[in-house]
């Protein structure tokens, strides 16, 4: 069964501070994304990485980094988190076929 | 730039009647088309998808099928139930950069009347 698992589940941050979001999946895919998902937009993509050490921008990526340091695990990084960063987060692997397994989310909160 | 259309927001009917779900896709090439649900509180699970003109594609009741001329992928099923209640999503995979990337749309929330 495939596997994407994401931590934290829920996080709440303060303006200006660091927000790292970690995704880990055992589907041995070279894959992963990373997208978030707010009402009216559905998801965009954020970032995406074709393997370990490798990372792409996505549609959205102004205010976020990402990083690859394996083929399990991809993380999403946020230097100084603003309010208009509270979003529901969404980390998915994936393999040539496009079907992409997706992991439960992160509700991230920026006050 | 690559982008899909789903007209609808939100859908409401009422048991075993019949759902369509818009979708409307601009895209160079010829993309495949995919339909992903969301049940509350989880992520989006891949449906099914579809690669050239004219093909079906069908999971768990629910079909769509790939038209190239009116550049549409509509969602059908024939009798819905409780457990159908979700958000739905339309996507296209990108063809030319190998990433396998999906842009989707909006998103379509569908429930039940009561």
């Known amino acids: 069964e495939a596997a994407v698992t994401q931590s934290p589940r829920n996080k709440v941050a303060v303006t200006g501070g660091k927000v790292t979001l970690s995704c880990n999946q055992t589907?041995?895919?070279?894959?992963m994304y990373w997208y978030r998902q707010d009402t009216g937009h559905g998801l965009r993509l954020i970032h995406y990485s074709y393997g370990a050490g490798s990372t792409e921008k996505g549609d959205i990526p102004d205010g976020y980094k990402a990083s690859r340091p394996s083929q399990e695990n991809f993380s999403l990084i946020l230097e100084l988190a603003t309010p208009s960063q509270t979003s529901v987060y969404f980390c998915a692997s994936g393999r040539s076929s496009y079907e992409q397994y997706f992991g439960p989310g992160t509700r991230l909160t920026v006050l | 730039g690559d982008s899909v259309t789903q007209t609808e927001g939100q859908v409401a009917l009422s048991e075993e009647d019949f759902l369509t779900i818009h979708c409307n896709y601009s895209a160079s090439g010829y993309p495949a088309l995919f339909w992903y649900v969301q049940y509350p509180g989880e992520g989006p699970q891949f449906l099914f998808r579809a690669s050239r003109d004219k093909e079906k594609g069908s999971s768990r009741g629910f079909e769509a099928t790939y038209d190239k001329g009116t550049t549409s992928f509509h969602l059908r099923k024939a009798s819905v139930q409780e457990s159908d209640s979700a958000v739905y999503y339309c996507?296209?995979?990108?063809?030319?950069?190998?990433?396998?990337?999906?842009?989707f749309g909006k998103g379509t929330k569908f429930s039940l009347i009561p």
């Open positions: 589907n041995n895919h070279n894959n």
């Open positions: 996507a296209l995979g990108d063809p030319g950069t190998g990433s396998n990337r999906l842009t």
